[in-house]
Nanobody, 125 residues
């Protein structure tokens, strides 16, 4: 069982930066991958990024690659999403998620069992 508590988010202008945090409570996160998704009303949850807790390998969607960076702090059991050069299209509710799956699939919301509460990011143009 993993509990995820998010912080960060808010209202920024296009071009600004923002950092989201997601703190996990679990016996050990070594076997987990932590991901970020986002969702806008009326659309499906969209994959943003994922990081393997043990491997520290990360992957990104094409829409955020080069602008967003995912990282983790093992001592704090926290995963971060640093978002730079924000665009109006990045406006969404952002969710962190955790999965202990070792399968190749990592970009579908159904790959993840545990979810944070979500946090709103609004980018004004």
């Amino acid at each position: 069982q993993v509990q995820l508590v998010q912080s960060g988010g808010g209202l920024v202008q296009a071009g600004d930066s923002l950092r989201l945090s997601c703190t996990a409570s679990a016996r050990s996160l070594d076997d987990y991958r932590l991901a970020w998704f986002r969702q806008v009303p009326g659309k499906e949850r969209e994959f943003v990024s994922v990081i393997g807790w043990r491997s520290n390998r990360s992957f990104y969607s094409k829409s955020v690659g080069g602008r967003f960076t995912v990282s983790r702090d093992s001592a704090k059991s926290t995963v971060y999403l640093q978002m730079n050069s924000l665009e109006f299209e990045d406006t969404a509710v952002y969710f962190c998620a955790a999965s202990s799956s070792t399968g190749f699939s990592y970009s579908q919301a159904t790959d993840y069992l545990f979810w944070g509460q979500g946090t709103q990011v609004t980018v004004s143009s």
